[in-house]
């Protein structure tokens, strides 16, 4: 057993910093490197690109982030970890063994995990009773099954961890928990039980702080964001990790950013429900047991991380088709810049409801305004103001009228417009969110490793 690992964060989601897997396996010592590529949305999007084309439904960024780390991982014995594979693992596998071939590179173990996808299998399960119900409105998949794009389990770090055993270099998971990336070596290298739910909780959360990149070391801060340096050259967040489930977030030394109390701190809030009560396929953690402590330096230890069993579901993520949906924005300058802007949604309002046009959603913001806090917006005066509308509704032809009746604004309405871009908005796919519950009983994953 080693006596501790570095696990390096080097995206936080897809078209996350290009250059910081690279800083993370080039500019200081790690053993692991993570990269997650997927959200819910992504899915989705990666299944309609291997509909298209069945070579394709993985993160295309993952490989041209090997081509450049390849030469690091073999020098330096660095093994990745990632999610990039999206609905295709086994073809970014192969794409990446030809990456390898490029360098002259033999020998490279490549895993892939397979069995997330239940895309395939979604009437065999709801035939067998798995009724799969929406997690908040109760809705049964079955009323969306024929508008399904995308239906993938969260996995936890177990099928990973068996990919490491196996002697994988590089391991490609579809979707993956975020928090899976980061637990997976250390249950592998200190060989935690799977019942050890302390552990397994303390390395949830050490893949919580890890999952979101930058966000823990300084960028996306709400603190003193004014003194955070150099965020020109930001260093990604690295967990030093020891058998006894404690560790240390931090970074390489020599990059920007930081790494504080008040850094880690915000990254564990993020996308929190009830902090003691956060759920994983490995475990259930409690945040409130969490204790941090800031040695300096950037370097914060966590630690006294309780956990209790993992429930016997996994969480199913699905997308559906729900419509169509249309923006445009019309920005008009001072004086009265506001007065203009909502003039003018009075105007596009009327004439909508004039030719009859119903949609599901209407929605008008005055960026410059209201955009981030709506009702709560003070009042200001602002120098120019953009309109932003947009509608939603399941009648195509009325979506795209909706887009001929944006540009005809700037001269007959409110004077002073100054920006029009984008052209005439044309309809676009609604995708909806479908999370679900499933019985962990009736889904077999499978690790595979193959060498180029």
Request: proline fraction near 6%; include cysteine.
């Amino acid at each position: 057993m080693k006596s501790s690992i570095r696990i390096a964060s080097g995206q936080g989601f897809w078209g996350d910093l290009p250059r910081a897997p690279l800083d993370q396996v080039s500019r200081g010592p790690i053993d692991y490197l993570m990269l997650d590529y997927l959200a819910e949305v992504t899915m989705s999007i990666l299944q309609k690109q291997k509909m298209r084309d069945p070579n394709l439904g993985y993160a295309k960024d993952l490989v041209e982030v090997c081509d450049e780390i390849l030469p690091y991982l073999v020098e330096r014995g660095i093994t990745v970890i990632t999610n990039g594979g999206g609905v295709n693992p086994e073809a970014a596998r192969d794409r990446i063994f030809e990456v390898a071939r490029k360098h002259g590179i033999t020998g490279l173990k490549i895993g892939v995990v397979l069995g997330d996808n239940i895309l395939p299998r979604i009437d065999e399960l709801i035939a067998d009773g798995h009724v799969m119900k929406h997690m908040e409105t109760g809705e049964p998949m079955s009323t969306v099954r024929e508008r399904l794009l995308s239906a993938n389990v969260y996995t936890g770090a177990w099928p990973v961890v068996e990919a490491l055993r196996q002697g994988a270099q590089i391991v490609i998971t579809g979707r993956t928990t975020d928090t899976g990336l980061t637990l997976a070596p250390m249950i592998h290298e200190f060989g935690w039980a799977m019942d050890d739910w302390d552990k397994l909780a303390a390395g949830t959360v050490a893949g919580h702080i890890n999952e979101c990149g930058a966000q823990a070391s300084g960028g996306n801060f709400l603190g003193d964001w004014r003194n955070v340096p150099d965020l020109t050259d930001v260093g990604f967040p690295i967990i030093e990790a020891f058998p006894d489930g404690t560790f240390v977030v931090t970074k390489h030394e020599g990059t920007g950013g930081m790494v504080t109390r008040e850094t880690v701190s915000e990254q564990l809030l993020y996308e929190i429900g009830d902090p003691t009560d956060y759920i994983t396929p490995d475990c259930v953690a409690d945040f409130t047991s969490i204790c941090l402590e800031d040695l300096g330096n950037d370097r914060v230890r966590v630690y006294g991380v309780k956990g209790r069993p993992a429930t016997p579901f996994f969480k199913v993520s699905a997308s559906y088709l729900d419509g169509f949906v249309a923006f445009s924005t019309l920005t008009y300058s001072a004086p009265e810049a506001l007065q203009k802007a909502q003039a003018a949604d009075r105007i596009l309002r009327g004439r909508l409801e004039r030719l009859g046009l119903h949609f599901d959603e209407i929605r008008t913001e005055f960026v410059g305004m209201n955009a981030c806090h709506g009702a709560l917006a003070g009042a200001i005066e602002p120098n120019e103001v953009m309109m932003r509308v947009g509608v939603r509704g399941h009648d195509r032809k009325a979506i795209e009228r909706f887009g001929k009746e944006i540009a005809p604004l700037i001269l007959t309405g409110p004077p002073s417009v100054t920006g029009f871009s984008g052209g005439r908005p044309k309809p676009s796919d609604v995708v909806a969110y479908f999370p679900a519950l499933l019985d962990k009983s009736v889904l077999t994953m499978r690790a595979v490793v193959d060498a180029c």
